[in-house]
Nanobody, 121 residues
Framework: QVQLVESGGGLVQAGGSLRLSCAASGSIFSINAMGWYRQAPGKQRELVAVISGGDSTNYVDSVKGRFTISRANAKNTVSLQMNSLKPEDTAVYYC???????????????WGQGTQVTVSS
């Protein structure tokens, strides 16, 4: 019953900004962490940013100072504000959540559908 829906991808000029959003819904007991992975063609999937249930954050070095992950006002929703975008940020961004379902005994990782971010030079 748990599902993640992400939005906000698109095409932007280098130096521009985009905001991604990821909303978790369903029978949720707790959220241990939520964040985004990204995967570009020919590259390995990498963790971009993560926010814990206690609101601590971590980022891959290449986006530090440019990206900010935070909790949105809506329940179980996080956003990724991406500023000063570079062509090398182009990738499919996959939201994930480490979530314990209401009926569950342990957490599992759930995935959003992915959204394309393209940064033109």
């Amino acid at each position: 019953q748990v599902q993640l829906v992400e939005s906000g991808g698109g095409l932007v000029q280098a130096g521009g900004s985009l905001r991604l959003s990821c909303a978790a819904s369903g029978s949720i007991f707790s959220i241990n962490a939520m964040g985004w992975y990204r995967q570009a063609p020919g590259k390995q999937r990498e963790l971009v940013a993560v926010i814990s249930g206690g609101d601590s954050t971590n980022y891959v070095d290449s986006v530090k100072g440019r990206f900010t992950i935070s909790r949105a006002n809506a329940k179980n929703t996080v956003s990724l504000q991406m500023n000063s975008l570079k062509p090398e940020d182009t990738a499919v961004y996959y939201c994930y959540g480490q979530i314990t379902a209401g009926w569950g005994r342990r957490s599992y990782v759930y995935w959003g559908q992915g959204t394309q971010v393209t940064v033109s030079s």
